[in-house]
């Protein structure tokens, strides 16, 4: 397991040096250029080739790349060409709120969805299995966007049960300790801080969530299907063993691995695709971050968001191969 460990780490630096190829190329064949971004359209020649000069962006695409490359691997990301702050300080605070955010979704996810796939499974061709699929294809065919205004208008606007945007009232002057509002709350022990930061996340966590619920559901349904058939399920059944250990411990224990694959996927989609979600419901996270940056050319903030997304995707990955050998001990990755 260990040299399985040290492979896969090792295999995540061409993973990374081709991200940061891509990303850098890309970035550089938008159209304008954060010269002409910060100074504006009026902007004259001579002023935007100044400024680019001075951002050194004049120089040959292969030095910049170098350059930049070389900064990374002194842990600097940059600074921020329309702030002026440091990349690794700015994109702190964002990150957290994204990664709180896409917790809470996946949390929301994996508990509805798994359950709602074992009693489809568990009463197949039955009407809570119909109900069950017919609320899963409703999930994946929804738009995000659609969801969370929807949610917007009738929970907040409607009802006025929960806020509308934000992480929490502002005028609570709430000061963060490490950016994770949820966890800082019950750090200080402050459950009226705890419940508003709960209020704000439910109405994007279940519009981020409601897609990987679907998926999830269906993915479970069809892997205890294929289970709840098997010899051994039906041996644990002639013995007398109760229907509740049958499904929850026998059948789901193995038909976990493709849900496993489905959790680390899911759990990538929803931190680098958050950025829907973020703007409807105006949350400061990474999405967000990388969205004002595009608009105005921001180059270092682009691509060092990007790479950052890109290595969480690669290390969830990674948790969700090494998950597979503690779920399956027929696993044996030092064989393979």
Do not use: C
């Amino acid at each position: 397991m260990i040299a399985y460990t040290i492979r896969r780490l090792l295999m995540l630096i061409p993973v990374l040096i081709g991200m940061s190829i891509i990303t850098f190329s890309i970035v550089h064949a938008i159209p304008g250029g954060p010269a002409q971004a910060i100074l504006g359209e009026r902007a004259t020649p001579e002023a935007i080739a100044q400024l680019n000069e001075k951002m050194g962006l004049n120089d040959p695409l292969t030095i910049q790349y170098f350059r930049y490359v070389g900064n990374l691997l002194q842990g600097d990301f940059g600074t921020s060409l329309k702030t002026g702050r440091p990349i690794v300080e700015e994109m702190g605070p964002y990150l957290a709120a994204t990664f709180e955010l896409a917790f809470f979704a996946m949390a929301f996810a994996i508990f509805f969805g798994v359950n709602l796939g074992i009693l489809s499974a568990w009463r197949h061709n039955s009407v809570i299995d119909y109900t069950g699929m017919i609320i899963a294809l409703v999930g994946v065919s929804m738009p995000i966007f659609w969801l969370g205004l929807m949610e917007q208008w009738i929970f907040a606007q409607e009802l006025g049960w929960l806020p509308s945007n934000g992480r929490i009232d502002p005028r609570m002057g709430f000061e963060s300790i490490t950016n994770f509002y949820f966890l800082d709350a019950l750090l200080r022990g402050d459950f009226v801080a705890l419940q508003e930061v709960l209020s704000h996340l439910l109405l994007p966590a279940i519009a981020l969530g409601t897609i990987p619920l679907a998926i999830i559901a269906r993915m479970t349904r069809s892997s205890m299907l294929e289970v709840m058939g098997s010899d051994y399920i039906r041996t644990a059944r002639a013995k007398g063993v109760s229907e509740g250990i049958v499904v929850y411990k026998h059948a789901l224990k193995n038909a976990f691995i493709p849900i496993v694959t489905v959790f680390g996927l899911q759990m990538g989609m929803l931190l680098g695709g958050a950025v829907l979600t973020e703007t409807i419901f105006s949350w400061p996270g990474v999405g967000r971050y990388l969205y004002d940056a595009i608009n105005a050319r921001d180059y270092p903030v682009i691509q060092s968001g990007i790479l950052v997304v890109a290595t969480i995707f690669v290390l969830i990955n990674l948790i969700v191969d090494l998950l597979y050998a503690y779920i399956d001990p027929r696993i044996h990755y030092g064989k393979e």
